[in-house]
């Protein structure tokens, strides 16, 4: 393969490429969570530059145009919910802020995927990380093998930042209170988090065209989830790892001669496959009873507290919870309880609706669009992840993803116009 062909040939390919390969160094001067919000409001301001002054044209797409409406619709419930419980200017400046670098993220990156950016360079930047954490794991296990101190210092750019230390803070390991073991978050926040970001660093390793950096993202990304001891990281990895293999092999008749029997013999030994799913699932629990029983508990608040406080529009911000859940935020730890908490039911359908569009629109080109593949295959981790994390607080580390969702979008819209186009000329014949 061509070096120069993974070379970014213009300036926004520059800006994400850079952003990527270089995530390790932003990681040291802490400043992994600015990053995403000030290339993201950069680019978008560009392209509305180019819109505006050289005419240039662009496609925007009805999925993205829907991704903008609910990210927007979220700021409305967010100003309403602070008005209704009267928290005052300062709170609402500061989190209309956080919107702009969660929310407002997830609907400028799907649309940044009209700018010309080659999905190949996401592939191959995000593969260089995977080489970059192999190189760097065994230090990183080496420092809990030394008892070097597992946190380094948090950089003076958090004032920048206004979230919590964890986001600023480098990290060598951590222990988990619950088990006592070592686990790593590396350049994350917090240990799941990377397990997510490795499920991407995956899929896009499978689309990689080189053999040495396709291994270095298929062993960087399973040694990601693996350290960072994420039930759901692993959960997602074997349900991706299906997911394409029926896309390969979906023409094959062996998968059907496997599936038929398969079938049947789950008929059969359905009830006992189901006890041990469910003996399964939970031995997984047993494993983080204390991670377990905390999820649970804010789930039940949360969901308690909007159903009798605030159906609608919400509570506007998250609240400190009770010993019961040690003091974790209400509204956390699950982005549809947190969004019913936080946003109301407002909030809850303004991602649901944008993410249902996407997938009813991508599924369509799984079989025949490598690209549309790529971006079902994200849409549906971060479905899979709505249930374990907030989306919106981790959307600066996921953002290609993003990218790629648009790219998809704007690609399958051509193909659309373009045919439509065909059929005019045909008949005008």
């Known amino acids: 393969m061509d070096p120069q062909a993974y070379s970014p040939k213009n300036f926004d390919e520059q800006v994400v490429w850079h952003s990527i390969i270089w995530t390790y160094a932003f990681w040291l001067i802490g400043a992994m969570y600015l990053i995403a919000p000030v290339i993201g ?118 004032i920048l930042g206004g979230s919590g230390p964890e986001y600023f803070t480098v990290t060598l390991y951590e222990i988990d209170p619950g088990s006592g073991t070592p686990r790593w978050r590396l350049f994350t926040p917090w240990a799941p988090a990377l397990g997510m970001l490795a499920n991407m660093f995956f899929i896009f390793a499978t689309q990689e065209k080189s053999g040495s950096y396709r291994w270095c993202g298929y062993i960087g990304s399973l040694l990601m989830i693996l350290v960072s001891q994420s039930r759901l990281a692993l959960a997602c990895y074997f349900i991706l790892i299906f997911y394409f293999s029926v896309i390969k092999w979906h023409k094959s008749p062996y998968l059907y001669f496997i599936a038929s029997p398969s079938l049947l013999l789950l008929g059969i030994f359905g ?71 936080v946003k109301g039911i407002v909030g809850a359908f303004a991602l649901a609706i944008p993410m249902l569009a996407s997938a009813f629109l991508l599924i369509t080109s799984i079989f025949h669009s490598v690209i549309g593949k790529v971006a079902f295959a994200f849409l549906l981790q971060l479905f899979l992840y709505t249930f374990g994390e907030n989306l919106e607080t981790l959307a600066y580390l996921y953002w290609p993803g993003l990218i790629i969702i648009g790219i998809a979008h704007k690609q399958l819209h051509q193909q659309a116009v373009s045919k439509k186009q065909a059929l005019i000329d045909k008949e005008n014949e």
């Open 271 to 341: 009830s006992t496959i189901l006890d041990k799913l469910e003996q399964l699932l939970g031995a997984i629990k047993a494993a983080r009873a204390g991670s377990t029983r905390v999820r649970k508990h804010l789930g039940d608040i949360a969901v308690q507290r909007w159903a009798n406080e605030a159906v609608v529009w919400g509570h506007g911000i998250v609240e400190k919870g009770p010993h019961l859940v040690e003091y974790m935020p209400i509204g956390t730890h699950h982005t549809w309880y947190g969004l019913l908490f």
């Open 41 to 158: 409001w950069i680019l978008f301001l560009r392209m509305l530059k180019r819109i505006i002054f050289n005419d240039k044209r662009f496609t925007f797409c009805l999925a993205q145009q829907i991704w903008c409406i609910g990210m927007f619709v979220m700021l409305i419930a967010l100003i309403v919910g602070h008005l209704d419980y009267q928290l005052g200017i300062l709170k609402l400046i500061k989190s209309s802020i956080g919107w702009a670098k969660g929310w407002a993220l997830i609907a400028l990156f799907p649309l940044l995927g009209s700018l010309n950016i080659r999905p190949e360079l996401l592939y191959r930047a995000t593969c260089i990380v995977c080489k970059h954490t192999l190189i760097l794991l065994p230090f990183f296990i080496l420092a809990w093998v030394l008892k070097l101190p597992a946190t380094l210092y948090t950089s003076p750019l958090r």
